[in-house]
């Protein structure tokens, strides 16, 4: 039996895939980005994203130096059940950043967090959360329906629905952070989306040695409906600023199902939803895990058994040579018993017993 857990070592071989990751994440003209790196359930995702995590993490000036790059992980289905998704993942970012941030941008932080923590109020937030919903998905719900749809009709329709929800926004501004704004503090309260994200990025563009902040949200394929539309919200609305990148890790058609089921009311004639849509604007980048072939599911199934019947040093060598392998473009198994005798010579029997045939 093995553990359900992701895992830093690449046992599958997708390092090519998390190459294609790695140099979008590291390319500055690119930023900011939204990636989806699309699976089936158990196709290695949250694997991909962990050594993704930790090739970005090397990145370094020196030994003593922390990397160039903030990563920050993150669940929403670990809060769905408690805490306002929005509030729960600008609130880990705000955490993680403010690792990075010195004298004035401490400041800052806590400015962003304070409004951050405002957003989950009674009433008050759901009104927000309602209109901020209109403000993003109205053009992209428009353009679903419509694909051949006027540019400029489009973007009169964008400037009508956030000249409409500015408004909306100003009826639900808090009267305490009303106040505030217009009281003696000598920094200007937040109190709108546009603001945070200015705020937001000239915190990030101004942290010394970092090139960005990257962001890995993991299980959104397990959330509800809500939540899934909330999550890219949050990204969308608060926290896509320069030297930032997401990348999303999901079921595709799970994801597409979920944001359908949001908007029902948006269905086209033929009853197809918007999901496929939806999804297609907010990423910038998609990265699909392709299903593994019969020759490499029998290559993963022996390396694991391998992991655990040889020592650290002939099981390095086994994966060393597994890579070259699958460099040379072989179809057919990687590694297997009969290789594992070419390369280490005497075999211990019980690898032997478990692994499948040559």
Do not use: H
């Amino acid at each position: 039996m093995w553990a359900d857990n992701e895992t830093e070592m690449d046992l599958l071989g997708f390092d090519f895939l998390v190459d294609t990751l790695f140099v979008a994440l590291t390319e500055p003209r690119l930023l900011p980005l939204t990636a989806g790196l699309l699976g089936d359930w158990g196709s290695g995702k949250s694997s991909l994203m962990r050594i993704t995590r930790q090739e970005l993490l090397k990145i370094r000036d020196d030994e003593e130096s922390p990397s160039r790059y903030v990563c920050v992980g993150f669940s929403p289905w670990q809060y769905e059940d408690y805490d306002d998704i929005k509030v729960a993942l600008m609130t880990t970012v705000l955490d993680a950043v403010g690792t990075r941030a010195v004298g004035d941008q401490q400041e800052q932080v806590s400015r962003l967090r304070r409004f951050a923590q405002g957003l989950g109020r009674w009433g008050r937030r759901g009104g927000r959360v309602a209109v901020a919903d209109a403000q993003t998905a109205a053009p992209f719900v428009m353009q679903a329906m419509d694909p051949s749809i006027d540019p400029q009709v489009l973007d009169m329709s964008k400037a009508v629905v956030n000249a409409a929800a500015g408004e909306a926004n100003k009826l639900l501004e808090d009267p305490k952070t009303k106040q505030a704004a217009s009281g003696n503090d000598t920094a200007e309260a937040i109190i709108d989306a546009g603001r945070f994200r200015a705020e937001f990025a000239k915190v990030v563009t101004t942290l010394e040695d970092v090139d960005a902040v990257v962001v890995f949200i993991d299980d959104l394929d397990r959330c509800l409906p809500e939540t899934v539309v909330d999550t890219f919200e949050a990204i969308r609305l608060f926290l896509n600023t320069p030297k930032t990148a997401y990348v999303l890790a999901a079921a595709q058609a799970v994801v597409e199902s979920a944001i359908d089921s949001r908007y029902p009311q948006l269905r086209r004639p033929d009853g197809a939803g918007i999901g496929a849509d939806y999804l297609e604007k907010m990423l910038q980048l998609k990265v699909a895990i392709p299903p593994l072939s019969a020759p490499e599911a029998d290559t993963y199934v022996n390396l694991l058994l391998a992991e655990l019947r040889l020592d650290d040093e002939q099981f390095a060598k086994v994966l060393d040579e597994t890579r070259r392998r699958r460099e040379a473009g072989n179809l057919q198994v990687a590694f297997n018993v009969g290789v594992a005798g070419a390369i280490l010579g005497d075999v211990p029997a019980d690898l032997r017993r478990s692994s499948t045939p040559c």
